[in-house]
């Protein structure tokens, strides 16, 4: 018992301390976006803003490219998640539920364009949007992203499709349903966790991208909040608090997303480690 008791008091702690390494750089980014920039560089540095301001924020709304980034990033997130999803559901049913000699090469090498660092194919692409006269395009960038997408969420969906029981499936094929039906029907109705999973993994990677975004635009017209963010880094000067208030208004959807889905990614996380 007390071993226990002492397991679950290390345990606590070092998911108190996890917590603070995790969010004190986001508290500070926070708290730099609303100080002053005689704050920023006080010495000694100072704790809190005295008093707190929202001018970074104002600026950057309403001076800079801000909108057009937002977009931007808005459209190739949701272009690219929903073709991947689109895609990516019924080629991961397919993998799990159709397997054969033929098919299994093909998953390894679907799946081993995740193994391949993307600095590696930022030249290739490069070239390749030019050559397709999509270099400074949402275009561009959304074909660029999906293959990254779609190669993901086949990974996370194949396992769980691979463990719906046989059983379920049988029955479903007796009522007359044929492969669309039992995915659309009875196998996705299953898998609302793990797909969310899928979803929300698919829109972290195009929504944070920055080395393609980088790569492939050159103006506002097409370019990303983390352009955007990256544009506060001059060579003569960091604005740090611009910076700052941009970086916090580019992780609300994402809090608000892991928020609202906080059980689902618990649950779809964890739904392919127990097969039964």
């Known amino acids: ?10 345990v606590t702690i070092l998911l108190i301390v996890a917590s603070i390494v995790t ?93 391949v660092p993307q600095v590696a194919m930022v030249i290739p692409y490069f070239m390749l949007m030019r050559n397709l006269k999509l270099s400074d395009t949402i275009l561009g960038l959304v074909v660029t992203y999906i293959p990254f997408e779609l190669t993901l969420v086949i990974w996370i969906l194949k396992n769980f499709f691979s463990q719906v029981p046989v059983e379920i499936e049988e029955a479903a094929e007796l009522d007359g349903l044929g492969p669309w039906g039992r995915l659309f029907q009875v196998v996705m109705p299953l898998s609302k966790s793990t797909i969310g999973v899928a979803g929300l993994m698919a829109f972290l990677f195009s929504w944070n991208e920055f080395m393609f975004a980088l790569a492939l635009t050159s103006t506002a017209k097409s370019q990303t909040m983390t352009i955007g963010i990256a544009g506060f880094v001059t060579s003569f000067q960091t604005f740090w608090g611009k910076m700052s208030a941009m970086g916090i208004l580019f992780i609300i959807p994402a809090v608000i997303l892991a928020i609202f889905f906080q059980k689902d990614l618990v649950k779809g996380f964890t739904a392919g480690a127990v097969k039964g």
């Open 23 to 115: 969010l004190f750089p986001i508290l500070w980014m926070f708290i730099t976006s609303i100080k002053s920039d005689v704050q920023m560089f006080a010495i000694p540095p100072e704790l809190l803003p005295r008093p707190a301001t929202i001018k970074h924020y104002l600026e950057i709304v309403g001076e800079g490219n801000f909108l057009s980034y937002l977009k931007n990033s808005i459209l190739v997130t949701l272009i690219s998640c929903t073709v991947s999803m689109a895609v990516g559901i019924p080629a991961a049913y397919g993998f799990a539920k159709f397997s054969s000699k033929t098919l299994k090469p093909v998953f390894g090498m679907t799946t081993a364009v995740r193994m």
């Open 1 to 10: 018992m007390k071993k226990r008791k002492a397991m679950n008091i290390i």
